[in-house]
Nanobody, 117 residues
Framework: QVQLVESGGGLVQDGGSLRLSCRASGMLFSINDMGWYRQAPGKQRELVAIITSDGSDNYAESVQGRFTITADIAKKTVYLQMNSLKLEDTAVYYC???????????WGQGTQVTVSS
């Protein structure tokens, strides 16, 4: 059984930084891409950043230039470095791994990020 465990969330002041980590355990046939999503209260879950197995990355416009996604595919771990955090970055952050050979996506349980003024 595959499980994703996120860490690194917390409370930070406006302009501060946090680094999120997400590590998968269990048998994964392959990893096609790994990504971070977030959901703020009353809003839909949205894509924050995604990185493919060949290293290509893509970001939501709202975080471009502030957030950086990296991954260690061999270790089944994905990171999100978040700099210059803003109040509107407050949300629960979820990691996701896409495994096409497995026929499904896997989601983490979420980690809260709260940015205060």
């Amino acid at each position: 059984q595959v499980q994703l465990v996120e860490s690194g969330g917390g409370l930070v002041q406006d302009g501060g930084s946090l680094r999120l980590s997400c590590r998968a355990s269990g048998m994964l046939f392959s990893i096609n891409d790994m990504g971070w999503y977030r959901q703020a209260p009353g809003k839909q879950r949205e894509l924050v950043a995604i990185i493919t197995s060949d290293g290509s990355d893509n970001y939501a416009e709202s975080v471009q230039g502030r957030f950086t996604i990296t991954a260690d595919i061999a270790k089944k771990t994905v990171y999100l470095q978040m700099n210059s955090l803003k109040l509107e970055d407050t949300a629960v952050y979820y990691c996701k791994i896409r495994c096409i050979d497995c026929g499904r996506d896997y989601w983490g349980q979420g980690t809260q990020v709260t940015v205060s003024s």
